[in-house]
T-cell receptor, first 109, second 114 residues
Framework: EDQVTQSPEALRLQEGESSSLNCSYT??????LFWYRQDPGKGPEFLFT???AGEEKEKERLKATLTKKESFLHITAPKPEDSATYLC??????????FGAGTTVTVRA | KAGVTQTPRYLIKTRGQQVTLSCSPI?????VSWYQQTPGQGLQFLFE???????NKGNFPGRFSGRQFSNSRSEMNVSTLELGDSALYLC?????????????FGPGTRLTVL
């Protein structure tokens, strides 16, 4: 069974304190791995798609990387507006989606 | 470009009732997916519709059903509501589903079952 596990569940950072979120997964065949950001009371907002091990994508202070077993979302010099829940989603070869529980990031000024 | 819209935004029902939620995808998007989000279970996939056909289905009971119209708008129906159905129901659209087609989520419908 495909599984996605995100850690930590919650992360409290000081503004400017860089950190990484982890998404470990098991899947029979990976079509793609997605990262989303979700603010309270809103739907998830797409951030990145990663297709294969070794791939990296960047957007502002966020950088996503992928290996054969896990993906990392690095937040460099975070600002309070980066506070959100970050979701990792896996798409398997059979098009089934598996969702991580999310990591809630709080950045204090 | 208008985003994904969902109506209603908030809904209160009682046990045993039924409810219909509506989702209008981004213009040109043919794939619509529905999700249930609760604090305990996180985001769970309900089903995906593409060109008026259900293409993918999650592990939810038959009380949860949906359909898609020729203009790609989609509705989700939940019959015989239970307290545990209280959740945020999210709709997402993409060009044609599948990997690489980023999904755009609507704001969700907050359903409370009393």
């Amino acid at each position: 069974e495909d599984q996605v596990t995100q850690s930590p569940e919650a992360l409290r950072l000081q503004e400017g304190e860089s950190s990484s979120l982890n998404c470990s997964y098991t899947v029979s065949g990976l079509r793609g791995l997605f990262w989303y950001r979700q603010d309270p009371g809103k739907g998830p907002e797409f951030l990145f798609t990663l297709y294969s091990a070794g791939e990296e994508k960047e957007k502002e202070r966020l950088k996503a990387t992928l290996t054969k077993k896990e993906s990392f979302l690095h937040i460099t010099a975070p600002k309070p507006e980066d506070s959100a829940t970050y979701l990792c989603v896996l798409e398997a070869n059979d098009y089934k989606l598996s969702f991580g529980a999310g990591t809630t990031v709080t950045v204090r000024a | 470009k208008a985003g994904v819209t969902q109506t209603p935004r908030y809904l209160i029902k009682t046990r045993g009732q039924q409810v219909t939620l509506s989702c209008s995808p981004i213009s040109g998007h043919r794939s619509v997916s529905w999700y249930q989000q609760t604090p305990g279970q996180g985001l769970q996939f309900l089903f995906e519709y593409f060109s008026e056909t259900q293409r993918n289905k999650g592990n939810f009971p038959g009380r949860f059903s949906g359909r898609q119209f020729s203009n790609s708008r989609s509705e989700m129906n939940v019959s015989t509501l239970e307290l545990g159905d209280s959740a945020l129901y999210l709709c997402a659209s993409s060009l044609d589903g599948g990997v690489g087609n980023e999904q755009f989520f609507g704001p969700g419908t907050r359903l409370t079952v009393l």
